[in-house]
């Protein structure tokens, strides 16, 4: 196995444990949200560290994909990174100044990256219909599967992943408020 086949199962890897995170995450908001429980008090607590953590290593993730793999980037793609570079700045300089007023303008951007990474992970799926790549420019077919880990993880449901994390992160630190 040569590294870029291991760095390509462990984020998969990683990608299930955050599965497994978003389930109990989920689990907790129907049976526990309404108690003030340790477990919301320490995500909350580190919420915006996590945040970042999850931003950091999916820009990283991205990069490793098109410039050490050769991935290149389709227009969906760019559209996801758009939201998600930015996060890793934004949340840094919060972290640094431990200013929570960021939560907000974070959420929206992690929302709406979640939105666009949901649809393009349906496009790959064939459960949506897809315009032709040519139709906003020159890229890479947006149903092109570069991964597929585990017979469901592609790079979109990567990007799901980290950006339904960020949110529940985020909601985490912003009721700890």
């Known amino acids: 196995m040569d590294i870029i086949d291991l760095i390509k199962l462990k984020l998969a890897v990683l990608t299930v444990l955050a599965h497994i995170f978003i389930v109990l995450a989920l689990l907790y908001f129907l049976f526990f949200r309404k108690k003030d429980t340790k ?7 580190y919420g915006i560290l996590f945040s970042f953590i999850v931003a950091l290593t999916a820009t990283l993730g991205s ?6 793999a050769g991935f290149a980037p389709c227009v969906l793609c760019w559209y996801q990174r758009i939201f998600m570079y930015p996060e890793v700045v934004l949340l840094g300089i919060a972290l640094f100044k431990k200013d929570k007023a960021i939560i907000d303008y974070s959420l929206a951007l992690s929302i709406i990256g979640t939105v666009l990474a949901g649809y393009h992970y349906l496009m790959q799926l064939g459960v949506v219909s897809s315009l032709p790549c040519t139709a906003v420019g020159y890229s890479v077919s947006c149903v092109k599967l ?3 880990q585990f017979g469901y993880i592609t790079i979109p449901l990567m990007s799901l992943t980290a950006f339904v994390l960020i949110v529940i992160f985020l909601v985490f630190a912003k009721r700890k408020q």
């Open 39 to 45: 477990v919301q008090n320490f995500i909350g607590k």
């Open 63 to 68: 990069l490793f994909y098109s410039e050490i």
């Open 146 to 148: 570069f991964v597929m």
